[in-house]
């Protein structure tokens, strides 16, 4: 059982950046950061291969969000920069036990993710 605590969110105006920060009880080969505004489905916005590996951005957020991990410390991060109204979300770290993997030609890894945080309030304000 993988753990997941995120900690960064908060409130910032249209244009402010922001970090989010997800500390794992333990290493997961494929992590991922989603989120869900209200009244909307959950959709995935950053995925990555941990150890280095691949890189996933929804096209929303293409060029103005980073995934990144610090493997020391169990860490995974997001930060989100030029921040949009239409950001504001509960954002959720996801971890998996697989390996990222995806069809050819999707942007998107395939996997279930198994473990969840509990969520994180980001809010932008115009």
């Known amino acids: 059982q993988v753990q997941l605590v995120e900690s960064g969110g908060g409130s910032v105006q249209a244009g402010g950046s922001l970090r989010l920060s997800c500390a794992a009880s333990d290493r997961s080969p494929c992590m991922a950061w989603f989120r869900q505004a209200p009244g909307k489905e959950r959709e995935g916005v950053a995925a990555?291969?941990?150890?280095?590996?691949?890189?996933y951005y929804a096209d929303s957020v293409k060029g103005r969000f980073t995934i990144s991990e610090d493997n020391a410390k169990n860490t995974l991060y997001l930060q989100m920069n030029s921040l949009k109204p239409e950001d504001t979300a509960m954002y959720y770290c996801?971890?998996?036990?697989?390996?990222?993997?995806?069809?050819?030609?999707?942007?998107?890894?395939?996997?279930?993710?198994?473990?969840w945080g509990q969520g994180i309030l980001v809010t932008v304000s115009s």
């Open positions: 990555i291969a941990t150890g280095g590996g691949n890189t």
């Open positions: 996801a971890a998996d036990n697989l390996h990222c993997y995806r069809r050819a030609g999707a942007t998107w890894p395939e996997n279930q993710f198994q473990y």
